[in-house]
């Protein structure tokens, strides 16, 4: 079985998530967008989109978008196992018929609200648990979705649709090697005033429980698929 996981910058990859995905009999390919050929990610038995610091938006400067989009929908319309995180997760919902608007910027340490329907997910994990944040717009879902989880600033921070689940935010970040995405997004943080050392700090105070929340849900959503083949 093959894992295919499509990455717009080296440091947003499947982090903390790619052990578990690797024992559960994946082998780990990534696409860099706008490099390799994404085709291998129509057919991979689980595909993922990563985050990245462009948006939907930017489609026109970066056409690779719309092919991700494309690709998304096709997924989803064969019923096809993926997962979206964060620029993934606005991908899909554009590809859906959901919107993405530019929203009040959350970056940094935080919890989310999950829904009723979030309990019998395996975004329960989350429950309680330290996720990073870091984006500045906001999904409108798709019709037909299923919103799994909100924050004060942004109403759709999950949901679920079909085959794909998608989530705004981070619960894949491997806390230990926040440095990278500090120093890769130094012009958005001091854009937004947010100063890397609290950021640093913090990361090293909820690094361990983000981690545990984090693997717990990815090891919950990969038994499930193993379920469904079954």
């Not at 085709?39 to 938006?57: C, H, I, K, R, T």
């Not at 919890?111 to 979030?118: G, H, I």
């Not at 330290?130 to 924050?151: K, M, Y």
């Amino acid at each position: 079985m093959r894992c295919v996981a499509i990455r717009h910058v080296a440091f947003e990859d499947l982090a903390i998530w790619e052990a578990e995905i690797a024992a559960h009999g994946y082998e780990v390919i990534y696409l860099d967008a706008g490099v390799d050929d994404l085709a291998p990610f129509a057919s991979a038995e689980l595909g993922v989109v990563l985050g990245g610091p462009v948006g939907v938006g930017d489609v026109d400067d970066y056409p690779v978008l719309a092919e991700e989009a494309a690709l998304l929908a096709s997924r989803v319309a064969s019923a096809m196992p993926t997962l979206a995180v964060c620029l993934g997760a606005q991908l899909l919902a554009h590809a859906l018929g959901g919107r993405v608007e530019p929203g009040q910027p959350e970056v940094g340490w935080g919890t989310v609200d999950l829904a009723p329907a979030a309990s019998s997910t395996p975004l329960r994990h989350l429950d309680g648990a330290p996720v990073l944040h870091w984006h500045g717009d906001r999904i409108v879902p798709p019709p037909g979705a299923t919103v799994l989880a909100s924050t004060p600033a942004t109403p759709c921070q999950a949901f679920a649709y079909g085959s794909a689940l998608a989530v705004q935010f981070h619960p894949e970040v491997d806390a230990e090697r926040i440095e990278r995405w500090l120093m890769g997004h130094t012009g958005e943080l001091r854009g937004l005033g947010v100063a890397p050392g609290e950021l640093r700090a913090r990361s090293r105070e909820v690094g361990d429980d983000a981690a545990v929340a984090g693997i717990l849900m990815i090891r919950e959503h990969l038994r499930g698929l193993e379920g469904s083949r079954s």
